[in-house]
């Protein structure tokens, strides 16, 4: 679950870590200037949407009278950032930054450990810190069951080689563990962390993921709501509960599993289609949630073909296939449709498909050969042999 800055900051606060004060959200440019007129000049207007290069977007200015704070709130609100549209804008007081650095934890999977990184060079994207400058980031691994100590975390801000403020990052930078161990977060980024003209630290951007698997621990995330930076096609996804993220390509992609999605998305792309979407609709298969999925890529004008690909485990391909088949009764689409079914009693399943075929529905037995099917019938690319 993606935070907006203005919750990722109302997060962080909850845990002591310092956010700018007197921050508030605003929906139109009317609230915008009463918000600022209220806060104080100068402000900061924030576009609030879940993509970077909100500033360079023209997504985040600087108001210093009631007229500019109108001025740039009707610009910033509608604003197209990456396919974003902005509908709500974050106002705080602007802050005077003699320094501007970058910090994050996170998990590392492969060492089965907290990543914590730091670095003097904050402000700009940490990937290209990352490619151009490595050495300007200082990491550190934390073992979650010792968590990390005062004398670690200060031997870590001492490798950042901060010009400034050591002292005041360490302790922000507990609070901010402190924050992501307890409050159940995926990653949690601030970028930049600022040190002010005062030489006081404290997060002026905030980036929070946190762990749906542990949304039972915490019934206030509920509030959170995430849909107000959704397109169309999201928003329907989320009401009837599938992972949905849209794309910019023509061929609608469902599969069961995120791995076997993300799989889907890569084979495509490697014979030459564009996927349209990542939809996993877990394990099953069953017909109202086939037909729900197909209803989502239905409303996607772009698609052109709809690639259904199936890995049978505890689930039965027969009962799969049959999920499918009544699935496309319930939703009625017309859109050709390419199914690849594996795994358990695939053979029985696929019977099923090949005895219940429609003009519009196709099966193959491979993934690649699906996923040139789908292209070729999307009129896209040739068919591609990746067997070397």
Not at 210 to 223: F, K, Q, V
Not at 258 to 269: E, F, P
Request: charged residues 25%.
């Amino acid at each position: 679950m993606d935070l907006f800055e203005y919750q990722g900051k109302q997060y962080f606060a909850r845990y002591g870590v310092p956010v700018p004060s007197g921050g508030d959200t605003a929906d139109t440019v009317d609230e915008a200037v009463a918000l600022s007129d209220r806060i104080g000049y100068p402000v900061v207007i924030k576009a609030q949407v879940q993509v970077g290069g909100r500033g360079k977007a023209g997504g985040i200015k600087i108001a210093t009278t009631t007229d500019e704070a109108r001025e740039h709130a009707d610009k910033i609100l509608g604003l197209d950032i990456k396919g974003h549209i902005v509908r709500r804008v974050w106002i705080e007081s602007a802050s005077d930054i003699r320094h501007e650095y970058y910090a994050s934890f996170t998990l590392d999977r492969s060492a089965r450990k907290f990543l914590g990184m730091l670095s003097a060079e904050g402000g700009v994207e940490i990937e290209t810190v990352a490619v151009n400058h490595p050495d300007a980031i200082a990491r550190i691994h934390i073992d979650p069951v010792v968590g990390l100590t005062e004398e670690a975390c200060r031997e870590w801000v001492a490798r950042a080689a901060l010009p400034e403020a050591a002292d005041g990052v360490a302790a922000l930078l507990l609070k901010l563990y402190g924050a992501f161990v307890q409050g159940d977060a995926e990653l949690m980024e601030i970028n930049p962390l600022i040190v002010n003209t005062d030489g006081v630290v404290y997060a002026l951007d905030a980036k929070v993921t946190l762990d749906e698997a542990a949304a039972h621990r915490h019934p206030d995330w509920a509030n959170y709501d995430q849909k107000i930076d959704l397109d169309g096609r999201e928003k329907l996804a989320s009401d009837l509960g599938l992972q949905y993220v849209g794309l910019d390509g023509y061929i609608g992609i469902i599969a069961n599993g995120a791995g076997l999605a993300m799989s889907t998305l890569d084979i495509v792309q490697q014979v030459g289609g564009s996927a349209a979407n990542f939809l996993d609709i877990g394990g099953g298969a069953k017909a109202e949630v086939v037909a729900n999925a197909l209803k989502v890529i239905n409303t996607d004008p772009n698609v052109r073909a709809i690639f259904i690909n199936i890995f049978g485990g505890v689930t039965r391909g027969e009962e799969v296939a049959k999920g499918i088949i009544e699935g496309l009764k319930l939703s009625g689409v017309t859109t050709p449709i390419v199914v690849r079914l594996d795994g358990t009693n695939a053979t029985e399943g696929r019977a099923i498909l090949a005895a219940n075929k429609t003009d519009n529905l196709h099966v193959e037995p491979t993934m690649l050969d699906a996923a040139n099917k789908a292209i070729q019938l999307a009129g896209g690319a040739k068919d591609v042999d990746l067997g070397g």
